[in-house]
């Protein structure tokens, strides 16, 4: 029963604490209206309201939840292109990332593979990562719209309708391919790297071809270091569609943002950053379900 307790604890009793702590330095730091009686320029006495507070435009948590009430409640709704409920957007956004994310890594594990089997691969192609990994997603985007300026591509799907890309959609995907597919590049090297040479040995004695080794030594002994480059990856591919849909104005998280900021919508901003970081929270713990599925295996 102890350990019962202890689960119960741990799990649920601070985490909440820790999101009960936040919400209250929201609320201290907030701002809030106060209403006074002063006299006007013409001796009348009028009703002023002014917000007051360390920060007088950010809103309370109650003001907040009351103007995202309904695209909370609504979260599938379509009232406009960039006016559906979250759960819409986040459907939208998710779209962009699984197949950029996609891409990363049917691009990334193989150069890791290389990376860390070839020296002289490594000598030749490490110095181009290096100065490509560090460039910013708002740098990529604007290069993936040249590219992809005049292409408009279409996927023939059987028994469904056929999905057309525009160049906005491509330059989006190809911005989340380009970003996120280093963190697998670097942990995947890193764990071909650290296979003792033992195995190696081993294949080699058994006389195993070289895709036998590849599939029943290498992949096996770099699995937990390549979900973990598969995790950081997914982070930064979520990270990317917001500001992809952000410079690009598409429906999605990212665009509801930027409308919502030109309008000056702080509730919705904050809706927007609690929606962004609740959604990459469960993306992590899926990839690490996913990667306990996997060690059991």
């Given at each position: 029963?102890?350990?019962?307790?202890?689960?119960?604890?741990?799990?649920?009793?601070?985490?909440?604490?820790?999101?009960?702590?936040?919400?209250?330095?929201?609320?201290?730091?907030?701002?809030?209206?106060?209403?006074?009686?002063?006299?006007?320029?013409?001796?009348?006495?009028?009703?002023?309201?002014?917000?007051?507070?360390?920060?007088?435009?950010?809103?309370?948590?109650?003001?907040?939840?009351?103007?995202?009430?309904?695209?909370?409640?609504?979260?599938?709704?379509?009232?406009?292109?960039?006016?559906?409920?979250?759960?819409?957007?986040?459907?939208?956004?998710?779209?962009?990332?699984?197949?950029?994310?996609?891409?990363?890594?049917?691009?990334?594990?193989?150069?890791?593979?290389?990376?860390?089997?070839?020296?002289?691969?490594?000598?030749?192609?490490?110095?181009?990562?290096?100065?490509?990994?560090?460039?910013?997603?708002?740098?990529?985007?604007?290069?993936?719209?040249v590219l992809f300026l005049s292409a408009k591509f279409t996927v023939h799907i059987?028994?469904?309708?056929?999905?057309?890309?525009?160049?906005?959609?491509?330059?989006?995907?190809?911005?989340?391919?380009?970003?996120?597919?280093?963190?697998?590049?670097?942990?995947?090297?890193?764990?071909?790297?650290?296979?003792?040479?033992?195995?190696?040995?081993?294949?080699?004695?058994?006389?195993?071809?070289?895709?036998k080794t590849l599939f029943k030594v290498l992949v096996p002994a770099t699995l937990?270091?390549?979900?973990?480059?598969?995790?950081?990856?997914?982070?930064?591919?979520?990270?990317?569609?917001?500001?992809?849909?952000?410079?690009?104005?598409?429906?999605?998280?990212?665009?509801?943002?930027?409308?919502?900021?030109?309008?000056?919508?702080?509730?919705?901003?904050?809706?927007?950053?609690?929606?962004?970081?609740?959604?990459?929270?469960?993306?992590?713990?899926?990839?690490?379900?996913?990667?306990?599925?996997?060690?059991?295996?």
């Amino acid at each position: 029963m102890d350990w019962i307790k202890r689960f119960r604890i741990d799990t649920f009793v601070f985490p909440l604490i820790g999101i009960g702590l936040c919400v209250l330095i929201w609320y201290c730091i907030s701002g809030r209206e106060i209403s006074s009686t002063v006299k006007d320029d013409f001796g009348d006495m009028v009703t002023v309201t002014k917000r007051v507070g360390l920060s007088e435009d950010l809103p309370t948590p109650a003001e907040t939840w009351a103007a995202s009430k309904p695209y909370v409640i609504k979260p599938f709704e379509k009232r406009g292109e960039l006016d559906q409920g979250m759960l819409r957007f986040t459907w939208l956004s998710l779209k962009l990332v699984a197949q950029g994310y996609f891409i990363a890594l049917l691009l990334g594990t193989p150069i890791g593979f290389c990376l860390g089997l070839s020296k002289t691969f490594t000598k030749i192609f490490d110095p181009i990562i290096q100065i490509l990994r560090p460039v910013s997603p708002l740098a990529w985007l604007p290069l993936g719209m040249v590219l992809f300026l005049s292409a408009k591509f279409t996927v023939h799907i059987p028994f469904a309708e056929n999905v057309t890309y525009t160049a906005s959609e491509l330059a989006a995907i190809f911005t989340i391919a380009i970003c996120s597919m280093w963190p697998t590049v670097l942990n995947t090297a890193v764990g071909v790297r650290a296979i003792p040479q033992d195995y190696i040995n081993v294949a080699r004695v058994l006389k195993l071809s070289r895709s036998k080794t590849l599939f029943k030594v290498l992949v096996p002994a770099t699995l937990p270091y390549m979900f973990t480059g598969f995790r950081l990856s997914l982070g930064i591919a979520w990270l990317v569609i917001v500001a992809a849909e952000m410079l690009t104005g598409r429906p999605g998280i990212g665009g509801f943002l930027w409308q919502q900021y030109n309008a000056l919508s702080y509730a919705h901003i904050i809706l927007c950053i609690l929606t962004i970081g609740i959604i990459g929270y469960a993306l992590d713990r899926l990839m690490s379900m996913v990667e306990a599925r996997f060690k059991t295996i």
